[in-house]
């Protein structure tokens, strides 16, 4: 198991190299990407939680 706290140096050569994404990045990203999550915890429109809709990545 990996650390998630570390220096941005760190975060930086982690992402450079690691074909895994940072922590913070592997949870908040997937569901602030999500309408359903927004609408299910009434996430403020416009927030880190429920950006806009062209900000968001939609997969399928």
Request: proline fraction near 8%.
């Amino acid at each position: 198991m990996q650390s998630s706290i570390g220096t941005p140096e760190a975060l930086k050569l982690q992402i450079m190299n690691d074909p895994h994404s940072p922590a913070q990045f592997r949870v908040i990203g997937t569901l602030s990407n999500s309408y359903e999550f927004a609408q299910q915890f009434k996430c403020k429109p416009n927030s880190r939680m429920n950006p806009d809709a062209d900000k968001k990545c939609v997969v399928w």
